[in-house]
T-cell receptor, first 115, second 114 residues
Framework: KAGVTQTPRYLIKTRGQQVTLSCSPI?????VSWYQQTPGQGLQFLFE???????NKGNFPGRFSGRQFSNSRSEMNVSTLELGDSALYLC??????????????FGPGTRLLVL | GDSVTQMEGPVTLSEEAFLTINCTYT??????LFWYVQYPGEGLQLLLK?????DKGSNKGFEATYRKETTSFHLEKGSVQVSDSAVYFC?????????????FGQGTRLTINP
């Protein structure tokens, strides 16, 4: 079974631009979560989607948004990029989202550099 | 809110040494606990997990026991190898606002010298 895939793997943007990142979950998984990883803040939860609905959201500004499609693929968008948005963005999928014992499986991440 | 505190790194050991990485947590309810590992340039891989008190998770020689009385989930390995060099993250999973959410520790960088 294929793992979680993320595209693109690397991205360079300039301040003020916007970016869209894509995540394809493991086949059969309906929950997709997004995390931001930076050296200073570590791993921080962005949001989680299940059956095309955002079920949970972290403490990030409204510039960060996402969506999920009927095939469970998810995208996240960051508008008006700032230098501090440079990070590794990780996507994780799980079968369902309402059980704490459910394992989340991570993709390789998209490394975003904002210049 | 829920939180995870990990042993500060970096940790440097010689091959075949015994490894312990401490992890303690604060949570309401009954979280599940996880250890993830991140190799250079890669995403996170699940190493092991435990879903209830006194459960022991194990994988690839690594072990961790869910200790509710000490709110801990320390990672141990009896004999480390150079290939174990990576960053290790302790995490808890709880239901927050009706949906699952992972809360991570800050990560511990482990370097094993031959």
């Amino acid at each position: 079974k294929a793992g979680v895939t993320q595209t693109p793997r690397y991205l360079i943007k300039t301040r003020g631009q916007q970016v869209t990142l894509s995540c394809s979950p493991i086949s059969g998984h309906r929950s997709v979560s997004w995390y931001q990883q930076t050296p200073g803040q570590g791993l921080q939860f962005l949001f989680e989607y299940f059956s095309e609905t955002q079920r949970n959201k972290g403490n990030f500004p409204g510039r960060f948004s996402g969506r999920q499609f009927s095939n469970s693929r998810s995208e996240m968008n960051v508008s008006t990029l700032e230098l501090g948005d440079s990070a590794l963005y990780l996507c994780a999928s799980s079968f369902v989202s309402v059980k704490p014992q459910e394992t989340q499986y991570f993709g390789p991440g998209t490394r975003l550099l904002v210049l | 809110g829920d939180s995870v505190t990990q042993m500060e790194g970096p940790v440097t050991l010689s091959e075949e040494a015994f490894l312990t990485i401490n992890c303690t947590y604060t949570a309401t309810g009954y979280p599940s606990l996880f250890w993830y590992v991140q190799y250079p340039g890669e995403g996170l891989q699940l190493l092991l997990k435990a879903t209830k008190a006194d459960d022991k998770g194990s994988n690839k020689g690594f072990e961790a026991t869910y200790r509710k009385e000490t709110t801990s989930f320390h990672l141990e390995k009896g004999s480390v190898q150079v290939s174990d060099s990576a960053v290790y993250f302790c995490a808890l999973s709880g239901i927050i606002q009706g949906a699952q959410k992972l809360v991570f520790g800050q990560g511990t960088r482990l370097t094993i010298n031959p």
